[in-house]
């Protein structure tokens, strides 16, 4: 069973936009055992499209088609299924009185017969209802392939994946499982994990297959099995990885699931009801922002002090000038303050600091580029441990973020 | 003079990660006038590389592969290559002593014939120098088209575009202009704009091309000239666009360059010598981590308080209790205090703040979802507007973001 993203769009190809549809949408097919073999962009041109089109049903038994539905003049995908599948388009009575209905009431323009074109749809598709947009999905068959065309607008597309295509597609095909186990590990580099692990990798079954993914100074092992006996696969990755934890025990550091880092502190400090501020410097509110990024984050997030400039660590943030003068504002002792006073400050059980240089520039310290304290305050105390990130910039804030997140999961999970 | 961008690897079929280098890579591409016919993602397969290799040669005259360049087993991007160029992989010397030079100085683990044997090419490819890593490019050729085989790891990826295969690409091929401008518009939807400049966009030359590009409340309409007489186009470009502006004058919200609406806050803050400060509520720190995500914002930024909790803005920001009593944590008067005391605790020029809605649930105020206050204090005084942002909580986040940085702009411009 497997499947083609095709993405449709000028702004993809110019790089004007990150494609993120693609990665959703492989995600969500991936668990009810729909392999996405190949993911193909390609321009707004009728022919370039059609030809597209004609390619990926050689591959695959799902086409999955975004982007290119507008209103206006350089969207052409319908055009293109028309041609490819020999069609013409016809008024869909259903999504005109839908069209009419988000102009009468979520839309201020009034609405044009540009607006009531988008009701046409091929003859021969099965129209998919977008709740939150004007453009219909539509589902096609040609020589027993499935092409589903969905509006390029990720929270419209995101909505006829998860509510149409996804229970489609598992209710019309008998799917294999797919199943991935993620094993993270820490502190070697991924081909010494390769030279250590050579014999255990060798032995794996075929419908095993293992990927090294470095990232962030961690290699994370997924090992992937597929076929149609759940039960045996989940019993071939819990005896591979059995045979696989005494080979890597040292460098083991957990297993992943899909929650992220983030994540993971949400529930924990949810669940374990306790409270959480962060005083950020160099990481400018990114820790914070993170962490609100997830719906519910006020049950345990009670704010951060970003202190970015030296002075407002001192007036805001209330860290001593002398201690400052005498360690420097990129020291251990001052990110144990930040978080010591960020606590106090917002009255919460825990509380997250960093202060360091992401350069490009030394700044207000005569710290080294890359060098990150990251303070932690609980009810039992406080400490502050520092790193060295690099010398890239963006990787640099990545890394603390990630580091302060790790610090405080070690933490809240001791409750 | 086309290009095809191949991306290799699981990770993004299976939706692990989000393809940001080929948005890159098509980027720098099209600054030296190479348009992007197609991006296409493939497995770390070695017959599927060589298909996709294949049937790129037939479509465009440069093919840059990203990934697939590891150590590990898992990574055969160069087996492919060699299949594909009937090639063997020999030992680059050079290569080898930057390997044993990168281990040397800065990776802790020793290293291993694994690492060395990615200093294996195929015996026909120019090497392109990685300065940031172990993978080496590689430039090879095929009836005439050339294949750039690159390190899929971002950073390394990037250094090695923009310092080795740009200039290169610049050097050896003749490429005409590719030249855009891009017309913010604001009020209108993507299908009323079209149907008011219809006449006009008929009568655009062949080699001008117009998109609709809607996206928070904006339509942006891009204009795309591409040819070889750079002075032809850009005077095409500027009567097109003069004969645009009557038409759309009462929507038409500026133009856009590269530059972000954040760059845009940041250096006319820097060029003006005024300093600022946010106050967050709901929007958790994001403006405070988008404004020092470029690299000099410690030149205006002091920092922020995200107060997140209403006790938070009550302690932390001090706002009056009496104030949210008597309007509601998310009102107007809350917003404008908020900025106000910031920009006092901050001792800052300037200060914006944000108190709203998010959803899912209603939190702390009887505020519909996607009710929204932004605040703004200046040396003149402060005052606050109202924006209903929707109902989609990422979406009413970013919404508020990019409407606080546009309210700042406004008034910074003022100075």
């Not at 038994?61 to 982007?67: N, P, S």
């Not at 065309?149 to 998860?162: A, D, R, T």
Request: aromatic letters at 6%; charged letters at 20%; a negative charge.
């Amino acid at each position: 069973m497997l499947a083609e993203i095709i993405t449709i769009g000028d702004e993809i190809l110019i790089g004007q936009i990150v494609d993120t549809n693609s990665a959703f949408i492989a995600k969500e097919l991936n668990k009810i055992g729909v392999s996405v073999f190949q993911i193909t962009s390609v321009q707004d041109d009728n022919a370039h499209i059609v030809k597209a089109l004609g390619e990926a049903r050689e591959r695959v038994d799902v086409v999955i088609v975004t982007g290119g539905l507008g209103p206006t003049k350089d969207d052409v995908t319908k055009n293109a299924f028309c041609d490819f599948f020999q069609d013409t388009l016809v008024q869909n009575v259903e999504v005109l009185a839908h069209i009419e209905h988000l102009f009468a009431n979520y839309i201020s323009t009034p609405i044009s017969d540009i607006n009531r074109q988008q009701a046409w749809v091929p003859s021969k598709a099965e129209v998919l209802h977008n709740a939150n947009g004007t453009a219909p999905g539509m589902w096609m068959q040609s020589n027993g392939v499935a092409f589903i065309s969905l509006p390029g607008v990720p929270f419209e597309m995101k909505n006829l994946i998860k509510h149409q295509v996804i229970p489609m597609i598992a209710e019309r095909y008998e799917r294999p499982y797919i199943l991935h186990r993620t094993l993270v590990t820490y502190g070697l580099g991924e081909s010494a994990i390769a030279e250590r692990i050579a014999s255990w990798e060798e032995d794996l079954p075929p419908f095993l297959k293992l990927a090294y993914l470095p990232n962030l100074g961690k290699v994370r092992l997924r090992l992937t099995a597929k076929g149609a006996d759940k039960k045996m696969l989940d019993e071939a990755i819990e005896q591979a990885s059995e045979k696989l934890y005494p080979l890597i025990g040292d460098i083991l550091y957990g297993t992943e699931n899909e929650e992220t880092l983030e994540e993971v502190v949400a529930r924990l400090f949810t669940q374990k009801q306790r409270t959480l501020a962060t005083a950020e410097s160099f990481t400018g509110g990114k820790i914070a922002q993170q962490l609100t990024s997830i719906p519910g984050a006020s049950a345990y997030f009670k704010g951060s002090v970003v202190s970015y400039a030296t002075e407002a660590k001192i007036e805001l943030l209330g860290v001593s000038r002398e201690v400052i003068q005498k360690h420097s504002v990129v020291s251990a002792e001052v990110a144990k303050m930040m978080a010591e006073n960020a606590r106090n400050l917002l009255k919460t059980h825990f509380a997250v600091a960093t202060t360091g240089n992401a350069g490009p520039t030394k700044g207000d310290s005569d710290a080294e580029i890359g060098t990150t304290y990251i303070g932690i305050a609980t009810p039992e105390g406080a400490f502050a441990e520092k790193f060295n990130m690099g010398n890239h910039r963006e990787r640099i804030v990545q890394k603390a973020v990630h580091k302060a997140l790790e610090l405080l999961q070690k933490e809240i999970i001791k409750i």
